[in-house]
């Protein structure tokens, strides 16, 4: 089993943050909510050209790009 960096990171997001760090992952990745949900809970894997974008968001290294 592989290790959900996105989901371990959101877990680490403050409740109060949480839903502009979706909408802004969301937004810039430009996706659905429902793949942001298959990303969250590990259904499909985050593209290599979203990592970069989810990093920068994050504001720290949540993938090794």
Known sequence: MTV???KEYLNTVPIIDY???RV???EECKI????F????NGI???PE???????QIAGKEV???
């Open 44 to 46: 499909t894997e985050v």
């Open 24 to 26: 802004q992952i969301i």
């Open 32 to 35: 659905t909510p429902q793949v």
């Open 63 to 65: 993938f090794e790009v």
């Open 49 to 55: 050209l979203a990592k970069p974008i989810i990093n």
């Open 19 to 21: 839903y502009d760090k």
């Open 4 to 6: 959900n960096r996105l």
């Open 37 to 40: 949900r298959n990303w969250k």
